[in-house]
């Protein structure tokens, strides 16, 4: 009956570690990844450091403060977003308090926990808003060394809205 039992468990190993292994090798690399291609392991620290998530829809002229998910009227936010006549679409950050935005461009296979921060290229005007481009903006005077990493999911220049998937992550240099 051992031998049987030791046997089964033999075949379940083999049978089981291939599709295990292709559940952590998604990208092939032979690096351990999850569903969504990051590595526990890896990003552990970048994970650590989130401190909020979500999706928003922001409406011309709207200022949202990411770490209280408070909407604004242009200030009181860590930017704002404009939607202009010859329907471009722009991000600001030139009222108090709010600290500059930068785009990444589309890197839109790279997951929001990925994406580091620049030290630099930031801006506090006219940030060209594009569906599927990653930004990164400074949080707002007194949440300094925190940032806020987002993607536009979808913009109705039209309808004047747009959708963002952000994080609010704890900046690497952030003494909070």
């Not at 089964?8 to 032979?30: E, N």
């Not at 200022?63 to 679409?89: A, E, I, M, P, W």
């Not at 300094?144 to 959708?163: C, D, K, P, Q």
Request: some cysteine; glycine content about 10%; hydrophobic content about 35%.
């Amino acid at each position: 009956m051992k031998k049987v039992a030791l046997l089964m468990a033999a075949v379940l190993v083999v049978w089981c570690l291939p599709v295990m292994a292709a559940d952590f090798d998604a990208d092939g690399t032979g690096e351990i990844v999850d569903d969504r291609g990051i590595n526990p392991f890896k990003d552990f620290s970048s994970k650590a450091r989130i401190l909020k998530r979500g999706n928003v829809r922001l409406k011309n002229r709207d200022s949202y403060h990411f770490l209280t998910g408070r909407t604004d009227y242009l200030g009181g936010g860590d930017f704002y977003v404009k939607f202009y006549d010859d329907q471009t679409v722009k991000f600001h950050a030139n009222n108090s308090q709010q600290r500059g935005i930068v785009d990444l461009g589309h890197i839109e296979e790279k997951q929001l926990e990925q994406v580091k921060p620049p030290s630099d290229g930031y801006t506090r005007r006219g940030v060209e808003a594009v569906k599927g481009h990653t930004y990164v903006s400074k949080a707002k005077g007194g949440e300094e060394g925190n940032y806020i990493v987002f993607r536009i999911l979808h913009i109705s220049a039209i309808s004047e809205w747009l959708t963002l998937e952000w994080i609010y992550i704890k900046g690497e240099d952030s003494r909070r």
